[in-house]
């Protein structure tokens, strides 16, 4: 095989900022998002991974649900045996889909992932959601599994058990969470024997979470930030008409200006600084090499960040319809807008 080298192009891993998980292991400050948005190919995503790589990404965030993992663990595989990485030079995370949640099913799922991977551990290996309610791949929001269940801590709670004995068995290093509330991870701080090591949440300029944001930081939780560019290429069926864009935010806009760059890579650049680990997903070469050389470039001022806070506009795009479990009920039932999971 050819051996695979790093780009003339590309950023030295070494340089990348890292963040020290609960476990004291350090985790890339930026990774790759391999969610497709229902509008490319699997095989345009396993080639953005290998093209990642080589640019110097060294984190890659993956999960069973996008469909495309068995592509991407071709690439895994090549470029660790021509050379260019180690494996544990790679962080590689992967998620339990809504389906899998019962007994027995997590060590198929996570079996399963790394199969696919071709790894024999995950770095980290997140609940993707804590509803166990299966929606059809692409359905209309407003599809309603006959079988849907709100959350039920017990049940939660016997999943999480599982993802423990992942760790135990050394098939995962780091267990997590994603798509949780403060109220529900509360519970899960209370009752788990491992704590969660990430949770994975939207965050971008337009949606910082702010309360959430500061719980896992005080938790010693590390926040992972889905969608940290307002995710423009998102599925049509997950946009609304009252949803704003952070790419056109005058601050945005103005910030990118001064720094030749282009307003989606300041999202990017604020995510890093603020302290989350962004996971923005790209096709484009041009586009995850400018979001990987932010983080190694001239940082935003204070009075930038300062004035990034303020334009919050608490605008959530991934708003999770599909995981409702009545039919008379509105999106914010699931993201326990009072302070208190949603009753059956």
Not at 282 to 303: A, F, H, I, M, W
Request: with cysteine; proline share 6%; charged share 25%.
């Amino acid at each position: 095989m050819d051996k695979f080298t790093l780009a003339a192009d590309g950023v030295d891993p070494d340089l990348v900022p890292k963040r020290v998980l609960n476990t004291g292991a350090e985790m890339p400050a930026i990774g790759l998002g391999t969610f497709g948005s229902d509008r490319f190919s699997g095989e345009q995503v396993s080639e953005a991974v290998k093209g990642a790589i080589a640019l110097g990404y060294r984190h890659i965030d993956c999960a069973s649900v996008y469909g495309n993992e068995h592509l991407i663990g071709r690439v895994l595989e090549e470029v660790i045996e021509s050379g260019l990485v180690k494996r544990d030079e790679l962080w590689i995370t992967s998620k339990l889909w809504n389906d899998m949640h019962g007994e027995g099913d997590v060590l198929l799922s996570c079996t399963k992932s790394l199969k696919d991977l071709r790894l024999d551990y995950l770095d980290l290996f997140l609940v993707h959601w804590p509803f166990p309610n299966y929606h059809a791949p692409g359905c209309d929001i407003d599809s309603r599994s006959p079988d849907a269940k709100p959350y039920i801590h017990e049940n939660f709670i016997k999943t999480w058990r599982q993802m423990e004995q992942l760790a135990e068995a050394g098939l995962v290093r780091h267990i997590g969470t994603s798509n949780m509330t403060v109220c529900k991870l509360n519970l899960v701080l209370r009752d788990a024997k491992i704590a969660p090591a990430c949770n994975e949440m939207e965050q971008h300029p337009h949606f910082q979470q702010p309360e959430l944001f500061e719980f896992c930081r005080e938790n010693n939780i590390r926040p992972i930030g889905f969608c940290p560019i307002g995710s423009p290429t998102r599925p049509d069926r997950d946009k609304t008409e009252t949803d704003t864009v952070d790419i056109e935010d005058p601050v945005v806009v103005k910030i990118a200006r001064r720094l030749n760059i282009h307003p989606a890579v300041v999202c990017v650049k604020w995510a890093v600084q603020r302290g989350q680990i962004p996971i923005p997903f790209s096709v484009y070469r041009n586009e995850y090499l400018s979001n990987l050389q932010c983080t190694v470039g001239e940082p935003l001022t204070d009075e930038e960040m300062k004035a990034l806070a303020g334009i919050d506009k608490n605008c959530r795009l991934i708003k999770g319809q599909v995981f409702l479990w009545k039919d008379d009920q509105s999106w914010e039932d699931l993201w326990d807008i009072d302070g208190e999971i949603t009753p059956p």
